[in-house]
């Protein structure tokens, strides 16, 4: 079965500062990998996905991630961060088959404060 | 196209009552999953399906809880006879087709607050 950790549960930044993300996965097959964006009492709204092709993802309010298969891991980079992204952020992997769900990490809490 | 509506947002329950949630999919979904958020313990899976069928059932406690998605109407999150432990958000999810089968992404309702008393 798969797994997902993200290595800090929080992390506090200083707007306009870089930021990256920790996450690295365990899987016995191929996998596909998702972050997920949650702001306060909402839904969890998606912000990129790696399913095959350049190992660099593109996503939206300009982040992006590296898939590196050989490291299992899947990070998520912001060049310069906004007080609007302090929100908690969740790394999910599903594997490469039919009748699997997607599995998430226990999130990082990111703080940007002024 | 309406989002996944789950409903209600805010639920409380006495213990030993029965909890009942629901979740709409998005138009042209026929797969349903739904997760429970506990603070600093992120998303647990509890349960896939698709129309009428269980795919996976695995994060579901043993007792108590059960989930159906009937050929009509909204995906339900059944448990019974609460326990204070059952407080949480709950999340439904759903998609076109499976995220393992094409990797396509689930999409989050905005959960229901179970509060048990």
């Known amino acids: 079965a798969q797994s997902v950790t993200q290595l800090d549960s929080q992390v506090p930044v200083f707007e306009e500062a870089p930021v990256e993300l920790r996450c690295n996965y365990s899987s016995s097959v191929s996998v596909y990998l998702f972050w997920y964006v949650q702001y306060p009492n909402q839904g969890l709204q998606l912000l990129l996905k790696y399913l095959s092709g350049s190992t660099l993802v593109k996503g939206i309010n300009g982040f992006e991630a590296e898939f590196n298969k050989s490291q299992t891991s899947f990070h998520l980079r912001k060049p310069s961060v906004h007080i609007s992204d302090t929100a908690e952020y969740f790394c999910a992997v599903s594997e490469r088959q039919a009748g699997t769900a997607l599995i998430f990490g226990k999130g990082t809490t990111l703080s940007v404060s002024s | 196209n309406a989002g996944v509506m789950q409903n209600p947002r805010h639920l409380v329950r006495r213990r030993g009552q029965e909890a009942r949630l629901r979740c709409s999919p998005m138009?042209?979904?026929?797969?349903v999953y739904w997760y429970r958020q506990l603070p600093e313990e992120g998303l647990k899976f509890m349960v896939y399906l698709q129309k009428e069928n269980i795919i996976d059932e695995s994060g579901m406690p043993k007792e108590r809880f059960s989930a159906e998605f009937p050929k009509e109407g909204p995906s339900i999150l059944r448990i019974q006879q609460v326990v204070r432990g059952d407080s949480a958000a709950y999340f439904c999810?759903?998609?076109?087709?499976?995220?393992?089968?094409?990797?396509?992404?689930?999409?989050f309702g905005q959960g229901t607050r179970l509060t048990v008393v």
């Open positions: 999810a759903s998609s076109p087709s499976g995220t393992g089968s094409s990797g396509t992404e689930a999409f």
């Open positions: 138009k042209g979904h026929s797969h």
